[in-house]
């Protein structure tokens, strides 16, 4: 009995140790409402508190609808208090759905940039930007040859110089990505967009599956951003078109009392790691249809193309009879 007493105290003991270090260590990782929209969104009137809106956006009871899904939109919402804080995590709950079965598009962005509320030809934003820019592309009938397939989540950091290429879906100027079949759930899906100011890493990763646990997309190291740009998020249609729907945001400071002690970056965005540039290479016409052309699909191909070259030959045989036929009536 004494023995099961003992151990009774031991146990409760360490869950009460447990309990204050967790506590103790949630309370440096907190939510900054400044940089935070959660529900109910509005204030007084449409106006909701440090958030402003562009193009599209519409406020409902449970989201803000950035597009709607039809063609040719653009929609943003943009905080307007800069982020003076070193390290932080932003968390992203959306939904993207539409009608459109096999095509559609064209996706939404996450931003940290220094300009804010610019409208432009990167889904929604200004290009060139400076910042920082996460993509959610979900444009079906994407641009050139790819070795991925859509929607795709990619990043890039430019310092006001380099350009979004859209006829190859930015892939000569990101700095990682993944594939997220994130469209068209029956749930709302998440992204978690993690900066450490002090080790210099970004970290995007996502919750598309439901099972309310991380799943990293992608790491890169050497990327410095600046204090006090600003936060947003913007989408857009062309040709194809989805809604694109933002439930909440959530901003958590991770910086510690020791890393508030550090020298603060104000200079222009860097990333160390990002691939140079690479040189855009045209496609000649048809040669991307040709390298699509994989598996059963080339083999359906070659299939049509045998039965048209045995058909041609036997229309020719026919046509080659007859005219020998007739030219023997002639001689009789």
């Known amino acids: 009995m004494a023995v099961h007493v003992l151990c009774f105290f031991i146990w409760t003991f360490l869950l009460i140790f ?17 940089h935070s929209l959660i529900k109910p969104y509005q204030g007084s009137g449409m106006n909701v508190p440090q958030w402003d809106f562009l193009g599209s956006t519409m406020v409902t009871n449970n989201y803000i609808r950035l597009t709607p899904d039809r063609q040719s ?58 910042g920082l820019g996460i993509f959610l592309d979900t444009y079906s009938n994407h641009n050139g040859p790819h070795n991925h397939n859509h929607p795709y989540i990619s990043a890039m ?55 309310s646990g991380w799943k990293e997309c992608f790491s890169v190291n050497g990327i410095k951003l600046p204090l006090g740009y600003f936060f947003g998020v913007s989408a857009a249609t062309g040709d194809l078109a989805d809604n694109h729907d933002i439930i909440s945001i959530k901003f958590y400071d991770l910086d510690t009392e020791e890393s508030k002690k550090s020298s603060s970056y104000y200079g222009l965005p860097e990333a160390k790691s990002m691939e140079a540039p690479r040189d855009r290479i045209d496609d000649s016409k048809g040669s991307y249809l040709l390298e699509n052309l994989t598996g059963w699909k080339l083999l359906v191909i070659i299939l049509l193309l045998v039965i048209g070259i045995g058909v041609c030959v036997m229309v020719g045989l026919i046509i080659f009879q007859k005219q020998q036929e007739n030219s023997r009536k002639r001689f009789y």
């Open 73 to 130: 939109k653009m929609g943003a919402i943009w905080n307007n208090v800069p982020c003076i804080v070193r390290s932080w995590e932003l968390h992203i709950q959306f939904k993207v759905h539409g009608s459109g079965k096999s095509l559609f598009g064209d996706g939404f962005a996450v931003w940290y940039t220094k300009d804010r509320m610019i409208a432009g030809s990167i889904f929604g934003n200004s290009d060139p930007f400076t």
């Open 157 to 211: 950091v430019s310092n006001g110089s380099l350009k979004y290429d859209h006829d190859t879906d930015g892939t000569h100027t990101q700095l990682a990505g993944c594939e997220a079949q994130f469209r068209n759930k029956n749930y709302e899906t998440y992204l978690a967009v993690r900066y450490d100011g002090n080790t210099e890493q970004l970290t995007v990763s996502t919750d598309i599956d439901n099972k």
């Open 18 to 34: 447990v309990i204050c270090v967790d506590g103790e260590w949630n309370t440096k990782d907190f939510q900054r409402r400044e």
